[in-house]
């Protein structure tokens, strides 16, 4: 693979106190994503196009894949970076295996790889916070 194709991944994992169902519904319903990541229009339909939007801007999605309670894939796209999220959701003794990876960042994208791998563990921490309190 040569350096000028290579693209970069941020990959963040954490177990939580919570089954995959309290997990996936803050990963999946406009009102708990909006809590813990931006405003949004999303849905968990394959091909439906979102966008979340925040202050500092907008990204534009489009759902690629849909395992309800185990694997949820979408786009995610701004100022000019095309990236893949994927959560994967594995259940646990105690609870949930959540490993989100978003793949796609070029070489050139450093500060955005950057914000990724700083704003990704925020924004867990965040929906730590929303899946406990989901009933």
Do not use: C
């Not at 701004?78 to 594995?90: D, H, K, N, R």
């Amino acid at each position: 693979m040569n350096k000028a194709t290579e693209t970069l991944t941020v990959v963040v994992e954490r177990d939580i106190p919570q089954p995959p169902e309290k997990v996936w519904r803050a990963l999946t319903q406009p009102q708990l994503i909006a809590e813990w990541l931006m405003k949004n229009d999303f849905e968990p339909v394959v091909d439906h196009r979102f966008t979340l939007s925040a202050d500092w801007g907008a990204v534009e999605g489009r759902v690629l894949a849909v395992e309800p309670n185990k694997k949820l894939t979408y786009t995610w796209e701004a100022f000019g970076l095309e990236s893949i999220v994927t959560w994967t959701l594995t259940p646990t003794s105690t609870g949930t295996h959540l490993r989100v990876e978003q793949s796609g960042f070029r070489p050139d994208q450093q500060q955005a790889y950057h914000g990724a791998e700083a704003g990704w563990p925020r924004f867990f921490a965040a929906l730590e916070r929303v899946v406990a309190a989901i009933d």
